[in-house]
């Protein structure tokens, strides 16, 4: 049963940092990419970040690049987002992916960027 379990999120100041993880279980997870994506009160979601395997190539969505970066360690299962120069518009609930079987969702985890 494929699991993914999300944390790290809360409460940060605009400027500030945060370092999102998902924690995986029940697939072979250094053999499939692994995608963060998020969810604005009122928006649809929208792809923040993925990266791929075996090459671990990362693709960002405009309005997180070069603030944002994902990584993964096989070995722990694990995949992260860190998350520098925050501001209000990336507050949202985000999300792990996986495209197996027909995709699987994390539970989501709060992020909120205010003063």
């Known amino acids: 049963q494929v699991q993914l379990v999300e944390s790290g999120g809360g409460l940060v100041q605009p400027g500030g940092s945060l370092r999102l993880s998902c924690a995986a279980s029940g697939f072979p997870f250094s053999a499939y990419a692994m995608s963060w994506y998020r969810q604005a009160l009122g928006k649809e979601r929208e792809l923040v970040a993925s990266?791929?395997?075996?090459?671990?190539?990362?693709n960002y969505g405009d309005s997180v690049k070069g603030r944002f970066t994902i990584s993964r360690d096989n070995a722990k299962k694990t995949v992260y987002l860190q998350m520098n120069s925050l501001k209000p518009e990336d507050t949202a609930v985000y999300y792990c992916?996986?495209?197996?079987?027909?995709?699987?969702w994390g539970q989501g985890t709060q992020v909120t960027v205010s003063s």
């Open positions: 990266i791929t395997r075996p090459s671990g190539s990362t």
């Open positions: 992916y996986v495209g197996l079987g027909g995709g699987s």
